[in-house]
């Protein structure tokens, strides 16, 4: 019956049933696979090929490799892993084990299951040979992680003799390594050194922390570690391990310009450090920068350029959330900014980063001095800078040059300012400064683009002064205009004041204060005059130095045409609207007037005035005077005033029995008299209304008889374009003779 069942297992096993069950019990039943134990060990492996990982595979196969070693050959993943699973459960046996040693030559790549039998293997036997084995496998595979460095290091201690196992030592060593590195791998590298950037600036900067410990063999790294760093600076790289080494070997009095140059590319960066893992990205807004700088960060570090102390971070995750008071960091300033201060203030260097730093230390203003004034220049030319803090900039600048006396300076900055980033306060200071330094026509062509707000009126004054002068007085409504508004702000001077008496028309008031002010001046003020006298006329709006004005006028050479015209209007304004005039006006009425035969309001005017200043008339006026009265009456004209020269002309006698009623305006209207008779005769008392007729032109009159004992009341009603308008109020008179 056994030979039965052996035969029909061979035959299923030899048809294609490989399951493991149907050989292991061929291995039991069929004596000649089971003398066979080499052909039985690859029947093994056949079923671990074919998905098999059953312990009494495991077990079988091991049982084998015990009674012939020589079976292993070639370290297959079969034999690897029937190795692994009996170390792993307490089966050890030597000789297993050194044939694994020996044969470990034909390994040509890293494996991971080999390098776990190797940790297996060096854990109960810990020999040079298996942690060999270890690191060469490890160095073949390129491995350089935390977990290889853990046979390295273990190789280094045992000082093996292994082609690049230091190099690998120090690529896998943590970051975080703190403390001194074996002298032998010092000694290794001070000989030859192929290291990345990274490791090299991490083994170099080992060297100087620890010093003192192997001071001679630190001594000997000086030069390499002097060219190192200077390469490094050059390509302005930066992290801890560099930073400590630029301490170490940038002196601050030996750096040449370009090497300044380029540690004021690094010497702002700061690492940061943040505790939450979902950051990705961190994002730096400086007070005095109008943009955002971001940084990425990688493994909870950033490293970030900081300009000063006022900024602010904005830290940002994977999905793009912003957050700012809500995360804990930490920052650590990588060099000592302060020690290399004096180099950069010696030998300048054009970056407008590094000048924020230099110039940031006064917070509340701008500080101009010898040291840093090149750099405030540079903040001027950084597009990132803000308005406000540029303009507070370029006027401590142009302030700082004027004072020191620095003209070229000066004048190269004034030359090269936008006024347009300006505000209209530092335009003001702009165009101050352009005049102390004679850049008038600069200066000016400022205020015609810009206008004159926030600009002294001193300074104007300078200014339109020179181009009145340039220009010879050229007529320019702008120019005009800008001289006007200097004169107002009460800033003028003889150029400007001679140019607006020439050339300035507006409004009658201002013309007067022009006038007066030339007047003050003991200028000529003869055209201004003449225009004045000109617009009163056409405006018919008189002011109160219009006498004096006209007298200038008539002596600057008066057109007698416009004389003639005024003296008329002087006459119905005073006639007709009673405004008072100097006595000098009535004098040329009575030059000019006789000439002017149509002239009845000058005539009338001058009845009037000097029937009330009888002692101002000579005996020609008086003759004139007279004449002119006379003619009125054989015209059928009768005013009151005409009594003041009763005395001379009997005529007037027979008007002192008459009331005569006079009513003058200024619009050609119609006028109406509503006058009630007090008679005892009368008992009903109803106002009567007649119509006044013009005598002349403005004067109305209306002639009345009254009794002895009568009286009458009246008031007078004016009617304009058909509607009724000014009302007097209501006047009595009694019978008085005339």
């Known amino acids: 019956y056994v030979d039965q069942v052996r035969d029909f297992l061979r035959d299923r096993y030899e048809k294609g049933d490989r399951r493991f069950v149907v050989l292991w019990a061929l291995i039991y039943l069929d004596e000649g696979l089971g003398r066979n134990i080499g052909r039985r060990f690859r029947e093994l492996e056949r079923q671990f090929h074919l998905g098999c990982r059953s312990p009494i595979l495991y077990t079988e196969a091991y049982s084998i490799m015990k009674k012939d070693k020589e079976l292993v050959e070639k370290l297959t993943s079969f034999e690897v892993q029937v190795i692994l699973w009996a170390l792993s459960h307490g089966q050890r046996d030597i000789d297993v084990i050194e044939r694994i040693i020996s044969l470990w030559g034909t390994v040509r790549e890293f494996e991971l299951t080999k390098l776990k039998l190797l940790e297996k293997c060096y854990e109960y036997f810990p020999t040079e040979e298996i942690l060999s084995c270890a690191c060469k496998m490890l160095i073949q595979g390129n491995r350089t992680d935390e977990k290889s460095f853990f046979w390295f290091e273990l190789g280094v201690e045992a000082n093996l003799r292994i082609t690049k196992l230091y190099e690998s030592y120090i690529a896998s060593l943590p970051l975080s390594y703190d403390k001194p590195l074996p002298k032998t791998a010092l000694i290794y590298f001070s000989y030859t050194n192929e290291l990345n950037q990274e490791r090299k600036a991490f083994l170099y900067a080992n060297v100087v922390k620890y010093r003192e410990e192997y001071k001679e063999l630190a001594d000997s790294y000086e030069g390499s570690m002097e060219t190192f760093v200077m390469e490094q600076l050059e390509q302005r790289r930066m992290n801890p391990w560099l930073a400590l080494l630029y301490n170490h070997i940038l002196k601050p009095e030996k750096l040449s310009p370009k090497q300044l140059e380029d540690l004021g590319k690094i010497i702002n960066v700061q690492r940061l450090t943040v505790k939450e893992k979902n950051i990705k990205e961190v994002g730096v807004v400086h007070k005095r920068l109008v943009n955002i700088s971001k940084y990425p960060v990688i493994h909870g570090e950033s490293y970030i350029h900081l300009y000063g102390d006022e900024f602010q971070l904005f830290f940002f995750d994977e999905l793009g959330n912003c957050y700012k008071n809500s995360v804990s960091y930490e920052l650590e300033k990588m060099m000592d900014f302060e020690e290399y201060m004096s180099a950069f203030f010696q030998c300048p260097v054009k970056d407008p980063k590094l000048a924020l730093m230099l110039c940031d230390s006064n917070k509340n203003y701008v500080s101009v001095s010898n040291k840093n004034a090149v750099y405030y220049w540079n903040l001027l030319e950084y597009v990132y800078v803000k308005a406000e803090y540029k303009r507070e900039i370029w006027e401590a600048l142009v302030r700082f040059y004027y004072e020191r006396d620095y003209l070229d300076d000066l004048d190269m900055l004034l030359f090269m300012t936008n006024p347009k980033m300006l505000s209209p306060k530092e335009r003001g200071v702009l165009v101050d400064f352009m005049t102390k330094r004679g850049l008038y026509e600069d200066a000016f062509r400022h205020i015609t683009f810009f206008g004159m707000e926030e600009i002294s009126p001193k300074i104007l004054v300078r200014i339109l002064s020179n181009y009145i002068r340039e220009t010879e007085g050229l007529q320019d409504e702008k120019i005009i205009s800008m001289a006007f508004e200097v004169f107002s702000m009460g800033k003028y001077d003889e150029v400007i004041l001679h140019f607006l008496l020439e050339n300035f028309n507006g409004l009658t008031k201002d013309m007067r204060d022009i006038w007066k002010a030339g007047k003050s001046f003991d200028m000529d003020t003869g055209r201004m005059a003449k225009r004045l006298v000109i617009q009163m006329l056409f405006t018919l709006h008189f002011i109160e130095e219009r006498d004096f004005i006209f007298e200038d006028y008539v002596k600057a050479g008066a057109s007698e045409e416009v004389m003639l015209k005024y003296l008329s209007q002087c006459a119905f304004e005073y006639y007709i609207k009673d405004m008072i005039f100097h006595e000098k006006i009535f004098q040329y009425m009575i030059q000019y007037g006789k000439k002017e035969e149509e002239s009845h309001l000058c005539r009338l ?51 002192q029995r008459k009331t005569i009623i006079e009513y003058k305006s200024g619009e050609k209207s119609k006028v109406y008299i509503h006058y009630l008779i007090d008679r005892e005769t009368r008992k009903e008392k109803k106002y009567e209304v007649e119509e006044m007729h013009p005598i002349i032109e403005g004067i109305y009159s209306k002639e009345f008889l009254l009794f002895f004992g009568e009286t009458m009341e009246y008031y007078i009603t004016e009617e304009i374009e058909g509607k009724e308008g000014i009302t007097t109020k209501k006047e009595k008179i009694e019978n008085r003779p005339m």
């Open 605 to 655: 005017a001058l009845i009037k005035y000097y029937g009330e200043h009888r002692e101002k008339l000579g005996e020609d006026e008086e003759s004139l005077l007279l004449h002119y009265v006379e003619q009125f009456l054989e015209k059928h004209i009768f005013l009151n005033c005409f009594m003041e020269y009763r005395a001379k002309i009997p005529a007037l006698e027979g008007f």
